[in-house]
């Protein structure tokens, strides 16, 4: 039986673009501390080696930059240019460390195929407009047998919880976020298998998954 949809929250890209665009200024004072202690996890979750390329969906504001060592390459995009110009400044803050940003849609990457060692999004997949889309795209730009790593709120396994949200899931849209994303659906329809999942931040409404596609499992 195929896979139910992810989700039954629509989100438009020009209302993404507009919600960041108004948040930028405050996006750090609202989101930094509260989600931070998941991109720390999340970044010792990448287990980037010397020379690796890593690719970093939906960068915002570039919180995540200042734990990305010295000997990797990183690339971030964002749809957002508010989010960017902030995220320049974190980078420019950084020293040495080798970090191209760029203007980009999560879900029509302009890279070749198999272009990065990891591929990286932190609360990203519940604000883009087809979060199947963006994930199909990163797993096109992983090399083989690379990484992919997502730290993304999804819907909850617990069934008051669970309803809960989805009877929030058409207000918050209106604030271009997802509260109903289901993981196993969206990580079948994207083509991935989840290789380990934890919950991080306090309170652990969050979670980090390390994944890979379907097509690079070993038999």
């Given amino acids: 039986m195929p896979a139910a949809a992810p989700s039954i929250a629509p989100v438009e890209r020009s209302s993404v673009e507009r919600f960041y665009a108004?948040?930028?200024?405050?996006?750090?004072?609202?989101?930094?501390?509260?989600?931070?202690?998941?991109?720390?996890?999340?970044?010792?979750?990448l287990r980037l080696r010397r020379g690796d390329h890593l690719l970093e969906v939906g960068i915002g504001t570039g919180l995540t930059t200042a734990f990305y060592p010295s000997?990797?390459?990183?690339?971030?995009?964002?749809?957002s240019e508010?989010?960017?110009?902030?995220?320049?400044?974190?980078?420019?803050d950084?020293?040495?460390?080798q970090i191209t940003l760029s203007r980009m849609d999560a879900t029509a990457l302009a890279f070749p195929d198999e272009s990065f060692d990891v591929v990286y999004a932190a609360y990203v997949i519940s604000v883009?407009?087809?979060p199947v889309q963006a994930l199909q795209e990163m797993a096109r730009v992983c090399?083989?047998?690379?990484?992919?790593v997502l730290l993304n709120h999804f819907r909850s396994t617990t069934p008051w919880m669970a309803n809960a949200e989805r009877l929030m899931a058409g207000l918050a849209a209106r604030a271009a976020i997802r509260t109903d994303l289901h993981l196993p659906d969206l990580l079948a329809l994207a083509g991935l298998r989840a290789?380990?999942?934890?919950?991080?931040?306090t309170p652990r409404l969050w979670t980090l998954v390390e994944c890979q596609r379907l097509d690079w499992q070993e038999h």
């Fill in 22 to 45: 108004q948040m930028a200024g405050a996006y750090d004072l609202m989101f930094g501390p509260l989600l931070q202690a998941g991109r720390r996890e999340a970044v010792r979750s």
């Fill in 71 to 79: 000997h990797c390459r990183v690339t971030g995009i964002d749809i």
């Fill in 82 to 92: 508010p989010m960017l110009r902030k995220a320049r400044r974190h980078v420019g």
């Fill in 128 to 130: 883009v407009p087809d």
């Fill in 94 to 97: 950084g020293g040495t460390r």
């Fill in 143 to 148: 090399r083989p047998h690379g990484r992919i």
């Fill in 195 to 201: 290789q380990s999942i934890r919950k991080v931040n």
